[in-house]
């Protein structure tokens, strides 16, 4: 039977990793878009919102480069922790959305190829899977050298015959070195968040060192308007360009739920109504800002879990 | 230059011999007329401060921590202030520098590189006879052989007697693998004698020396100091993040410290978090191979930087508020791993 210490530090464990790999997926299409946009001249947009002219549904790709006048590929990013055949089946059939003609900025592109972006353990869970078709796939690890890298390696499928130009000269590239290196830069900084979900633990933990941040040094607690948090927060963390306008990186239904969050571990008080929020400052701590934060989040869930218990059981008695 | 009162204060604690007399030169961030702010911020930090005008550049102070207290003096010059006093009953230098720690960021010091510092008393060689009789390295502890608990670091007082030179500093170094962080020299000519310690911090304790050695410390030690920090901390405020408002975008300069032929190890990036973490809220992305990913928030003015070391490398890169004073702490604890690392800013 695991104490109550075990379950809290196994649960912020579980936590760190999901934050991390949040971390990892920012930065790893930022690079490649940077890597298609530095080297190739290519048109390239992390998580754009595309309009399918088949259906005329739209999809919000993790990466879409414009190869040509009139094609694209699109890549997809996906973390699959099984290798369990049907789990790996149905993850990856989700690819297929994204093939068909798309309207960006008015004009269309031809999708002819929708590529698995995924890390080396993702990856080893699908060949696990055993499946006998796979997706084209771009296997990334983050290695070091002079500068920090990403190594990738392409696996593709016989039965794809390689139509687009740029994706050609990239695999003749492959094929020739064994390995394509796609520089990290450090504008990886700029951004936090996509439009994929962050853990809210996490958008809680950069929101409470923002406002930190901003604090007076000779002051307990300090009040910050909503507006201003939103206003001044996307101002040095750029927003990504969609095909009309942009996406703001901290968006307010997201510093709303941090707000939230930071209010029921104590760290603020927060007053949606009034569209402010009262930081309080953390006077003493001797680890570290992120565990400390996870670690009142993890007993605040585990409270509010045992008192739910408690009521159900009292229910029914 | 200050005022004839500022120097006969001072002339007058050296004169009366009130031995060990202790000068800690401090960058300030507010004006002379916003003085009265240290009283806050020492109160806000548990403290007891009065500070009072004696004229226009000099002001009397008085502290009083928990149990112990001291008095002295503010001298302030255009571009920094020394903070003078002389033992009392207590050990009045470690007084002094818990005071100092609790004005930050109103107040700072800063810690100028170890071949910035030895150039300063190679100079002072080139015109007075230098003899080092302590010197003390601060280094870090090798896993495994010494390392006990939690501690990273070590300072090693050691005492010697000989004539100074780079070249046997520089072998110190080199031999106990740290940097050199203060040293207690006699300083003679044939009508001049002075016997004192210089921190790497811009500090100083006088033990013995003419009423009328002032202007020889000011123009050979605090002012090439002074001329020193102020470098440094024009080229770190160059490591910021600005917001370009018709692009919508930032621009990043970052730093990036270069250790030549030597390799960071999880070891060095444990003494970095354990050095820093009383200072800096520090989260721990990722702490492993091939990188060390962290993001540090200054606890007392809230400066952020963004740490990605691997290899001989580490990047800072400036989140949306920097300042130098608060890199340089930064910096300083990198330098600790091994002092032969240069830093390049974007």
């Known amino acids: 039977m695991k104490n109550e210490e075990q379950i809290i530090q196994e649960e912020i464990k579980k936590l760190k990793k999901k934050i991390y790999d949040y971390i990892q997926l920012v930065k790893v299409l930022l690079s490649l878009k940077l890597h298609f946009e530095r080297k190739y001249k290519a048109k390239a947009y992390v998580e754009p919102s595309v309009w399918y002219k088949e259906d005329k549904e739209k999809r919000i790709p993790d990466l879409l480069i414009l190869t040509s006048d009139n094609t694209a590929i699109v890549f997809d990013h996906k973390i699959i922790e099984s290798s369990d055949e049907r789990t790996v089946r149905s993850r990856l059939r989700r690819l297929k959305k994204y093939y068909g003609t798309i309207i960006w900025k008015e004009k269309e592109y031809t999708v002819n190829y929708a590529i698995l972006l995924c890390s080396k353990e993702t990856w080893q869970n699908i060949l696990n899977a055993g499946l006998i078709e796979k997706p084209m796939t771009w296997v990334y690890k983050l290695v070091e050298d002079e500068k920090l890298y990403y190594e990738i390696n392409i696996f593709s499928p016989k039965s794809i015959k390689i139509k687009d130009s740029l994706l050609s000269r990239i695999i003749s590239t492959y094929k020739k070195h064994g390995v394509i290196k796609v520089e990290r830069p450090y504008e990886a900084t700029k951004y936090v968040f996509i439009r994929q979900k962050p853990p809210i633990e996490y958008v809680a933990e950069r929101v409470y060192r923002f406002l930190y941040s901003r604090m007076d040094p000779n002051v307990d607690e300090e009040a910050f308007q909503l507006k201003d948090i939103i206003n001044e927060f996307n101002w040095y963390y750029s927003p990504w360009v969609l095909a009309e306008g942009e996406a703001k990186q901290l968006t307010i239904g997201r510093l709303n739920e941090a707000l939230k969050l930071l209010d029921e571990i104590g760290l603020a008080k927060y007053k949606p109504e009034e569209g402010v929020v009262i930081v309080k400052k953390i006077k003493k701590l001797s680890g570290e800002l992120l565990d400390h934060i996870l670690e009142k989040i993890v007993k605040h869930r585990l409270k509010a879990e045992a008192k739910r218990q408690t009521k159900i059981t009292n229910f029914f008695h | ?346």
Not at chain 2, 18 to 47: C, Q, T
Not at chain 2, 51 to 64: P, Y
Not at chain 2, 195 to 217: A, Q
Not at chain 2, 279 to 293: A, D, T
Request: glycine fraction near 4%.
């Open chain 2, 1 to 346: 230059m200050v005022s004839a009162k500022a120097l006969s204060v001072i002339r007058s604690i050296i004169a009366e011999h009130k031995f060990p007399i202790h000068m800690f030169v401090v960058f300030p961030r507010v004006n002379v007329d916003e003085i009265g702010k240290l009283e806050n911020r020492a109160r806000y930090k548990g403290s007891y401060l009065s500070v009072t005008s004696s004229g226009d550049d000099v002001f009397k102070f008085f502290v009083k921590l928990k149990k112990r207290q001291a008095e002295g003096y503010i001298i302030t010059y255009k571009s920094f202030w020394i903070f003078l006093t002389y033992e009392q009953k207590t050990d009045t230098r470690s007084v002094i520098s818990i005071l100092l720690k609790k004005l930050y960021p109103l107040i700072y010091y800063q810690y100028i590189h170890v071949n910035d510092f030895l150039d300063i008393i190679e100079y002072l060689s080139r015109i007075y006879r230098i003899t080092v009789k302590e010197y003390l390295v601060r280094s870090k502890i090798v896993q495994g052989r010494e390392k006990k608990g939690k501690k990273f670091t070590k300072v090693t007082k050691s005492w010697t007697e000989q004539r100074f030179s780079r070249d046997i500093f520089s072998k110190i170094m080199e031999k106990e693998k740290g940097i050199i962080d203060a040293l207690r020299l006699t300083i003679s000519s044939y009508e001049f004698f002075a016997d004192l310690r210089l921190y790497r911090n811009g500090s100083l304790t006088l033990y013995k020396g003419e009423p009328d050695i002032y202007p020889d410390i000011y123009t050979f030690i605090i002012e090439p100091y002074v001329k020193h920090a102020l470098g440094s901390i024009e080229k770190l405020s160059r490591v910021k993040r600005v917001f370009i408002k018709d692009k919508l975008d930032s621009e990043i300069h970052p730093l990036t410290l270069i250790f030549e032929g030597y390799k960071l190890t999880k070891d060095d990036y444990e003494l970095v978090l354990n050095s820093l973490s009383k200072q800096f809220f520090i989260s721990v992305y990722y702490l492993g191979n091939p990188i060390f990913h962290a993001l540090l928030t200054d606890r007392e003015e809230g400066s952020s930087f963004e740490i990605i070391a691997y290899g001989n490398k580490v990047e800072i890169i400036p989140d949306f508020k920097a300042s130098a004073e608060s890199l340089q702490i930064v910096l300083d604890v990198f330098s600790s791993i091994n002092p032969h690392s240069k830093y390049v800013v974007m």
